[in-house]
T-cell receptor
Framework: GNSVTQMEGPVTLSEEAFLTINCTYTATGYPSLFWYVQYPGEGLQLLLKATKADDKGSNKGFEATYRKETTSFHLEKGSVQVSDSAVYFCALRHNYGQNFVFGPGTRLSVLP | ETGVTQSPTHLIKTRGQQVTLRCSSQSGHNTVSWYQQALGQGPQFIFQYYREEENGRGNFPPRFSGLQFPNYSSELNVNALELDDSALYLC??????????????FGPGTRLTVT
């Protein structure tokens, strides 16, 4: 079946540090890949997406590249801010499917 | 904000009871999906409604049921509540015919506690 695996948290970084959150997936065919972010007390917000191999999604300084050969979609940011503290979810969805398959989430805390 | 609203924000129920959660989709969105997010886990797909019909279901028992109304708002009903039903319930709306079919806009969720 389809599944998403993320690096375990929590991840604690100092402001302006480099961020990497690893994500790998198992799926048949060629799913689209997503990163969602959940701030405390809120629902999920789409951060970025990539719909085919070698695509790079980017938003608000975050980037992730769809790597079909390694079935990965790692999230990176060059310089994190305190306001980036949240839970980050990697997810996949097939073009013909109705639903997202989410990873377990990675909690990020950025200290000033 | 996404324009997706959910009610109530929190509620507490007793094992064996029934609960109804509500979701108002973003204007122009005709598809609503429901997810269950247990503490410390990612959301799990429950089901999706499109034009008032169930359009896909995850691995949840029949005591989880839903409705979608002509204005595209939706309800999630859970019968015979169990302790493991305690979770954040998220609804997400989309419109496959408008823009990207992959965009789902999530509401803030309803926190259900079963005691």
């Amino acid at each position: 079946g389809n599944s998403v695996t993320q690096m375990e948290g929590p991840v604690t970084l100092s402001e302006e540090a480099f961020l990497t959150i690893n994500c790998t997936y198992t799926a048949t065919g060629y799913p689209s890949l997503f990163w969602y972010v959940q701030y405390p007390g809120e629902g999920l917000q789409l951060l970025l997406k990539a719909t085919k191999a070698d695509d790079k999604g980017s938003n608000k300084g975050f980037e992730a590249t769809y790597r079909k050969e390694t079935t990965s979609f790692h999230l990176e940011k060059g310089s994190v801010q305190v306001s980036d503290s949240a839970v980050y979810f990697c997810a996949l969805r097939h073009n013909y499917g109705q639903n997202f398959v989410f990873g377990p989430g990675t909690r990020l805390s950025v200290l000033p | 904000e996404t324009g997706v609203t959910q009610s109530p924000t929190h509620l507490i129920k007793t094992r064996g009871q029934q609960v109804t959660l509500r979701c108002s989709s973003q204007s122009g969105h005709n598809t609503v999906s429901w997810y269950q997010q247990a503490l410390g886990q990612g959301p799990q797909f429950i089901f999706q409604y499109y034009r008032e019909e169930e359009n896909g279901r995850g691995n949840f028992p029949p005591r989880f049921s839903g409705l979608q109304f002509p204005n595209y708002s939706s309800e999630l009903n859970v019968n015979a509540l169990e302790l493991d039903d305690s979770a954040l319930y998220l609804c997400a709306s989309s419109n496959p015919l408008r823009g990207s079919s992959y965009e789902q806009y999530f509401g803030p969720g309803t926190r259900l506690t079963v005691t």
